[in-house]
């Protein structure tokens, strides 16, 4: 049953545009937030490099891609059910050997039970939820609890979040009415926000281990949403030396898959003692029963109606390109020489 949405009067609704402004201008100066060049500028060709394998076509194609990361997802649970495996172990199997067991040590288990129970939970909504990028239409699709947001992709500011790794934060104007009509969400915290709509850029689980991986990640997409798949096919050097892998959630920490590697044999009793083989069945059964709405699948169909949308896709500089250039120096503009330049406008 679809939820009625709230009424929302007109001129409580905040100038998405102006308010974008603002919130950026926040995360400018956030010690977490790192802005990323603007997708007027693509990365310098001489620093690129493609190595993901796209023919997968229900995840790249023309009309659309979109990330998969059950397998990240999974990663997580097994972080929250490591202590329930912990206490249990402590509680039902050692102490017993050490003669030092009591009945009211089991109460010991149950905060970590409560937390893998919130932890698997928050899971199977995240494995509920799904991104998809639209270069026909030039939009973002986001599942958004119980709606989906299109998002313009020319109003993109991408920026680096600072954690526990770098991870590539796509910002967008609130859209407002869409959100503060939704019954489950309070329309007075979504008018006050301080930060812009937030999508994640991940498509593989090694694109949050550096902040150039961000940059690569950046540039992958935005080739897409502006030339297509042919600009995102892996760099032939790269299939000869069998460097091509898909871009995947999955954690594969696994060394060397050697059983005398002392790394693979730590993988497999970790993951076993996580649970990981059930949990990783169960996110991707829930993945697999994700289904987009009818009016996003119409949206992402060939030859769509799409006269409602500005589908021009947005054009980098033929001029200016930019380019890594290291932690001390950050992100720099290059001219098609490799000259270092400072152009005009270097919104993002």
Not at 72 to 77: A, P
Not at 256 to 267: A, H, L, Q, R, V
Not at 316 to 323: E, G, L, N
Request: hydrophobic share 40%; net charge neutral.
């Amino acid at each position: 049953m679809v939820k009625k949405l709230r009424a929302i009067d007109p001129a409580t609704i905040p100038d998405a545009a102006v308010e974008f402004k603002r919130q950026c201008a926040r995360l400018d100066e956030s010690l977490y937030f790192a802005a990323l060049p603007d997708i007027r500028y693509a990365m310098d060709p001489e620093q690129l490099w493609l190595t993901e394998d796209v023919s997968d076509p229900e995840q790249f194609n023309e009309q659309y891609i979109e990330p998969r990361m059950e397998g990240q997802i999974t990663f997580l649970l097994q972080l929250s059910t490591l202590g329930v495996s912990m206490s249990v172990t402590i509680v039902f199997i050692l102490a017993p050997l050490f003669g030092e067991y009591q009945h009211k040590g089991a109460l010991i288990c149950i905060p970590f039970l409560l937390m893998a129970a919130a932890g698997l939970w928050l899971g199977t909504n995240s494995a509920m939820s799904r991104i998809r990028f639209n270069r026909q239409a030039q939009l973002v699709h986001v599942s958004y609890g119980d709606t989906v947001l299109h998002l313009p992709w020319r109003d993109v500011r991408p920026y680096t979040e600072f954690g526990h790794g770098y991870t590539l934060r796509l910002c967008f104007p609130q859209p407002y009415l869409e959100t503060m009509q939704m019954p489950s969400q309070d329309p007075e915290s979504i008018r006050k926000s301080k930060r812009p709509f937030i999508v994640g850029g991940d498509f593989d689980v090694h694109d949050q281990t550096f902040f150039d991986k961000n940059l690569h990640r950046l540039e992958f997409i935005r080739r897409y949403m502006e030339h297509g798949l042919k600009a995102i096919q892996a760099d032939p050097k790269f299939v000869e030396q069998g460097l091509v892998r898909k871009p995947t959630g999955d954690n594969n920490v696994t060394r060397t898959g050697g059983w005398s590697d002392i790394f693979n044999i730590y993988d497999i009793l970790f993951n076993l003692f996580t649970l990981k083989p059930l949990l990783d069945r169960w996110i991707k059964h829930k993945a697999s029963t994700f289904r987009w709405p009818e009016e996003v699948e119409r949206l992402c169909t060939p030859g769509a109606d799409l006269s409602a949308y500005d589908t021009r896709p947005v054009k980098s500089s033929a001029r200016y390109f930019y380019r890594y250039a290291g932690m001390d120096k950050g992100v720099i503009f290059v001219d098609h020489k490799g000259r270092q330049v400072q152009p005009r406008n270097q919104a993002g």
